[in-house]
């Protein structure tokens, strides 16, 4: 089969390899998936450079933590899946072997033509999406679903959530929130996109690049009041103004770090609103089946930007990291 890797020495996108590799065979407990489709996350820049936690893998690394196929194959014990099944993969794997751990890293990732997972690794694509569509779930939906619904206080109906930029996190909240009932608000520095999240559901969009002060704008536009949630993927770069669009009471759920690692990330303002931070890590097999259940009664579809084929996984690669993108790059193996 083919796959792409990271090399152990690979310090960027320009060092992507395809190799050949041996077929897997599922053991006991495990499935052979015949992989279809993956999704890019900006960590999956990151483990390329070599810059992700923990620095380089020490090995040649198969990249990619998202991706859906069909079941090709399972060993011996399985129940939760036959052969034919559609399904794909959580973020993180638990094995017999030790802890939970990602894939993509420091797990072999879902960038090749097959994988092997534990029956536990591996959840049914929800009915009504395609295989695309649903590579888009594993890190960046589940994030976005742990945010607002299982962070602190569930997010209700007629609150305000803000999304910063249009990554496939800030996407797929803008979604969730909106089907919710809440009233979302957007930001980027291309009008081209604001233009596109008021379509999506977005109800208020803000240039961050003319309105730097853009928290002072969101206390604006809410009347004073703020947001009762933040999806802050900035990190330190933006959590200071995160902080100032919160309302009394509010959440900012920190997801990320796009716009820095540092910055202004005093606790102070956000003790005088009351306010609370939570660190969200995407999320377990309960959450994603939960948020499965809720995408089949809402219907929605993950925002698939731009879809590659297999063999220009450098190319997705490159046009993710251009940050030209809303919602998800998308790599095709069918």
């Known amino acids: 089969m083919r796959v ?6 690979g310090k960027g996108i320009a060092d992507l390899r395809c190799i050949e590799r ?14 279809r489709a993956t999704s890019l996350n900006y960590r999956d820049q990151l483990v390329a450079a070599g810059t992700y936690f923990g620095g380089p893998a020490g090995r040649d690394l198969i990249p990619l933590s998202d991706g859906a196929g069909e079941v090709a194959g399972i060993g011996a014990g399985v129940t939760r899946f036959k052969v034919g099944d559609r399904v794909v993969g959580t973020f993180f794997q638990r094995t017999p072997e030790g802890p939970p751990a990602a894939l993509g890293s ?25 295989n695309e569509e649903a590579a888009c779930l594993p890190c960046a939906g589940v994030t976005a679903w742990h945010a607002l619904f299982r962070a602190g206080r569930p997010l209700k109906a007629g609150e305000t ?5 249009t990554g496939g996190v800030s996407i ?15 930001t980027s ?3 081209d996109k604001l233009e596109r999240v008021l379509t999506i559901g977005a109800s208020d969009a803000i240039n961050y690049r003319r309105n730097p002060d853009w928290d002072k704008e969101v206390m604006r536009i809410t009347g004073g009041r703020g947001v009762d949630c933040v999806v802050e993927v900035g990190g330190g770069g933006t959590f200071a103004r995160s902080v100032g669009a919160l309302a009394h009471g509010g959440k900012v759920c920190l997801v990320g770090f796009v716009a820095g690692r540092e910055g202004d990330t005093s606790p102070f303002p956000l003790m005088f609103k009351a306010g609370s931070l939570h660190g969200i890590f995407v999320g377990d097999r309960e959450m994603f089946e939960e948020m499965n259940r809720a995408i089949g009664v809402t219907h929605v579809k993950p925002v698939v930007d731009r879809v590659f084929p297999f063999d220009e996984a450098l190319a997705a690669f490159t046009h993710h990291a251009s940050g030209k993108f809303v919602g998800k790059v998308v790599i095709n193996l069918s």
Request: charged share 15%; aromatic share 6%.
């Open 106 to 130: 420091p797990l072999d990732g879902m960038l090749a033509e097959q994988v092997v997972l534990y029956e536990d690794g591996l959840v049914p694509v929800p009915s009504g999406l395609t």
């Open 161 to 165: 959530v803000l999304v910063l930029g």
């Open 22 to 35: 041996p077929d897997p065979k599922p053991g006991p407990g495990q499935v052979l998936v015949r992989v």
């Open 172 to 186: 797929f909240a803008l979604q969730f929130a909106h089907a919710a009932g809440a009233r979302v608000v957007a």
């Open 189 to 191: 520095s291309s009008d």
């Open 4 to 9: 792409w890797i990271v090399p152990q020495d």
